[in-house]
């Protein structure tokens, strides 16, 4: 199947710095990309859709401007936390569809595990 | 978006089939239906997707009744590895709105 790939897996940071957030489409071209993020013993909960080209479509309660969110290309879509706090620690996690099948199944990425100190 | 309900938690000794239901009543005509599998720290990966009546592929079979307004997953034989949190989606992946639900924490035991 379709290969999603995040980068980092792991990022540790301090209060108030940016932390920048990859997903990349690696055999296959994705113009929506979706982000979520995750709490311990929770469910995924969607941030927001990544269209390629155009802004990205937050749900409600998501800051768009302390998430922000780029699909420079159909291969690559990143999450930039803004001015993190611990609060904002959290598995973040991205999909994207390719396209094929009924609906196109969702591929996911490994997930990128935040922790603001 | 058609809200899922699952079972929280169901536990299962190896070797044995699990099935594990989720509803869906509002689940709209255009609307499949997906599971996907969850390990700690990972993304959640694909196991198999329907429309109605019985779908089945290597892992595992979907079984769909006439109204739709609720899914089974059926794990054939499950092992310890198949320990994890297993997501009902229902939506238009193409739309891009599929909205995760609680999920089911499946326990294998030895």
């Known amino acids: 199947g379709a290969v999603v790939s995040q980068h980092p897996s792991r990022v540790i940071c301090k209060s108030g710095t940016s932390v920048k957030i990859e997903c990349r489409s690696l055999d296959f071209q994705a113009t929506t990309m979706f982000w979520y993020r995750q709490f311990p013993k929770q469910s995924l909960m969607l941030m927001a859709t990544?269209?390629?080209?155009?802004?990205?479509?937050?749900e409600q309660g998501v800051e768009k401007d302390k998430f922000l969110i780029n699909h420079a290309s159909l291969t690559l879509s990143t999450l930039t936390v803004t001015s993190a706090h611990p609060e904002d620690s959290s598995f973040y996690i991205c999909s994207a569809n390719d396209g094929t099948g009924n609906t196109g199944e969702l591929f996911f990425g490994e997930g990128s595990r935040l922790t603001v100190l | 978006l058609a809200k899922t309900t699952q079972p929280i938690s169901m536990d299962s000794y190896e070797g044995q089939e699990v099935n594990i239901t989720c509803s869906h009543n509002n689940i709209a005509t255009n609307d499949y239906i997906t599971w996907y599998q969850q390990f700690p720290s990972q993304g959640p990966r694909f196991i198999i997707q329907?429309?109605?009546t019985k779908v089945t592929n290597e892992v595992a079979s979907l079984f769909i009744p006439a109204d739709r307004k609720s899914s089974t997953l059926s794990l054939p034989r499950v092992s310890l590895s198949d320990t994890a949190v297993y997501y009902c989606?229902?939506?238009?992946?193409?739309?891009?709105?599929?909205?995760f639900g609680d999920g089911t924490t499946l326990t294998v035991k030895p």
């Open positions: 990544s269209n390629e080209g155009s802004k990205a479509t937050y």
């Open positions: 989606l229902v939506g238009d992946n193409n739309a891009g709105k599929s909205t």
């Open positions: 329907g429309y109605k």
